[in-house]
């Protein structure tokens, strides 16, 4: 299970990239490997700002569709137009070209709200 140490975690699977005040959201591996193959992304939240805990999107697999959470409060600044046509880059590359948003946040002391690696490693008992 792929876990990377530079990167926070939330409860509900998803990953974010803390750069300055903007962070940039996806799902885990963990995640992507549980849903199966991803085959639509829907975030009609783009340019909205939201609280944490917020749905900002679904992510619908063959079997199931989830809600994605906002992991900290703020902006929603950007939106991976490609997976609107490449949804499945989701499950080959969660932490890369699979990223889902980025947003402008708002509260930084959510942050230290935010899981680390063992802690996340933890909670999927990897």
């Known amino acids: 299970m792929n876990v990377p140490a530079n990167l926070k975690y939330t ?3 998803e990953w974010i990239l803390i750069e300055g005040d903007i962070a940039t959201v996806g799902i ?5 490997g549980e849903l199966g193959d991803i ?3 829907e975030v009609e939240t783009l340019d909205e700002t939201l609280e944490v805990d917020g749905v900002f999107g679904t992510v619908e697999a063959v079997k199931t569709v989830s809600d994605l959470f906002l992991p ?3 902006e929603i600044i950007e939106f991976n137009d490609s ?3 490449e949804p499945e880059k989701v499950n080959s590359d969660p932490y890369g070209d699979g990223w889902m948003i ?3 946040f708002t509260k930084p002391d959510e942050v230290e709200s935010l899981l680390d690696e063992a802690a996340y490693k933890d909670l999927i008992g990897s």
């Open 11 to 13: 409860k509900d699977h």
């Open 39 to 41: 085959v639509y992304v």
């Open 28 to 32: 885990t591996d963990f995640a992507q």
């Open 72 to 74: 900290l409060s703020g």
């Open 83 to 85: 997976l609107e046509s």
């Open 102 to 104: 980025k947003i402008k």
